[in-house]
């Protein structure tokens, strides 16, 4: 079976510009999870989606950072404006609906300047 | 509150020599553990999972980790190093309570790899 899928892999945006991460999890994986990693850091959780319904957005940062899975399949994580500190690892992770087993894609790497 | 301490930040072994990895954890209900392996530019692949039945948990490519309760510990453990074990290795856990699919990851341990 295919794995997550993320697009880009890297990325080199200038601070105060938008920025947008897509994945696609594995087919039939109804949990899609967005992560953080800083450099040097384990992951960290910033949205959890049970299909289309974002059930823990606690730790996403709403002033600049927001996500949609509008159709409960792929999804977009957007930054809008970055900013220095943003520059981290973007991961997307899925799973099957009460599986506590999550399959991760390879991230985004984000650099901003 | 869960958490996960890694004990040690870096660690390096020779080729055929021993690993271990440590991983205290920290959790109201007894917990799911997990540990994560990550390779430079590729995602997170899951090593192995402990999910309160056998203590002694076998992975792949012939890692293995025991729970101890009474220790709050969930080491991990290779006979012996390969050069291709050389990574990232995170501890995660999750609650047992509940389904909330939150993952808690440790800080991680750097292996190297000596030849």
């Known amino acids: 079976e295919a794995g997550v899928v993320q697009s880009p892999r890297y990325k080199i945006i200038e601070k105060k510009q938008p920025v947008a991460f897509w994945c696609n999890p594995i087919?039939?994986?109804?949990?899609l999870y967005w992560y953080l990693q800083n450099l040097g850091q384990g992951p960290e959780l910033l949205i959890r989606y049970e299909n289309e319904e974002a059930v823990d957005d606690s730790q996403l940062p709403k002033d600049r950072f927001s996500a949609e899975r509008l159709k409960g399949v792929d999804s977009t994580l957007k930054i809008q404006p970055a900013e220095l500190g943003d520059s981290a690892v973007y991961l997307c992770?899925?799973?099957?609906?009460?599986?506590?087993?999550?399959?991760f894609g390879p991230g985004t790497r984000l650099t901003v300047l | 509150a869960q958490s996960v301490t890694q004990l040690d930040s870096h660690v390096s072994v020779s080729e055929g020599t021993p690993v271990l990895l440590r991983c205290n954890y920290s959790s109201s209900y007894s917990p799911s553990l997990f540990w994560y392996v990550q390779h430079p530019n590729k995602g997170l692949q899951l090593l192995l999972k402990?999910?309160?039945?056998?203590?002694l948990v076998k992975g792949i490519n012939g890692f293995e980790a025991e729970f101890k309760k009474s220790e709050t510990s969930f080491h991990l453990t290779k006979p012996s190093a390969h050069m291709s074990d050389a990574a990232e290795y995170f501890c995660v856990v999750s609650p047992s309570s509940g389904n909330t699919g939150k993952l808690i990851f440790g800080q991680g341990t750097t292996l190297q790899v000596k030849p």
């Open positions: 992770a899925s799973s099957r609906t009460g599986i506590k087993e999550q399959f």
């Open positions: 087919s039939g994986h109804n949990t």
């Open positions: 402990y999910t309160s039945a056998a203590t």
